[in-house]
């Protein structure tokens, strides 16, 4: 055999491998590897959303967050100040109450002193009637003198 036919059968062999490498084998693999670097691509970029979109609602969170502080803030400040008006408001009503009970109590207290007034006039236009028999010696006729009685509870 001969040196140079074999080389060249060799030679041959590997630009027809190469051929057969490069018109069937190497576009389906080119093409297997682009499809995995777009998948690749594809995936880092969904992760990069996926972070922004993390970070967008960690700050909405934040945001919501700081309001509803604030908000229960503000409706716990409108409690307090409806709870302070009520309060004064009940004091108000109770001072009122207290008054009228006060009033109620005084006038009640001023037909007490009227009635024992009444009373008083009544046992001493009494003790003046006994008083008067006992000077006299006799029986006051109480029906002829009713008048001169109603008179002297008048005067006192």
Do not use: C, Y
């Amino acid at each position: 055999m001969n040196i140079n036919a074999t080389l060249f059968v060799q030679m041959a062999v590997f630009f027809i491998g190469a051929w057969v490498t490069m018109k069937f084998i190497w576009p389906p693999l080119i093409k297997a590897l682009d499809e995995r670097q777009k998948k690749i691509a594809d995936g880092l970029a969904a992760a990069d959303r996926g972070n922004r979109s993390l970070e967008e609602a960690q700050k909405k969170i934040a945001q919501l967050d700081a309001d509803a502080r604030a908000r229960s803030q503000a409706l716990m400040a409108e409690t307090e100040k409806r709870a302070h008006g009520v309060i004064e408001e009940a004091k108000v009503h109770a001072k009122a109450e207290g008054d009228r009970l006060i009033a109620a109590a005084k006038a009640e207290a001023q037909q007490e002193v009227v009635r024992a007034k009444d009373a008083l006039r009544d046992q001493v236009a009494v003790l003046a009637i006994a008083g008067a028999e006992q000077i006299l010696k006799r029986e006051v006729n109480a029906q002829v003198h009713a008048e001169l009685l109603n008179q002297l509870r008048a005067r006192l």
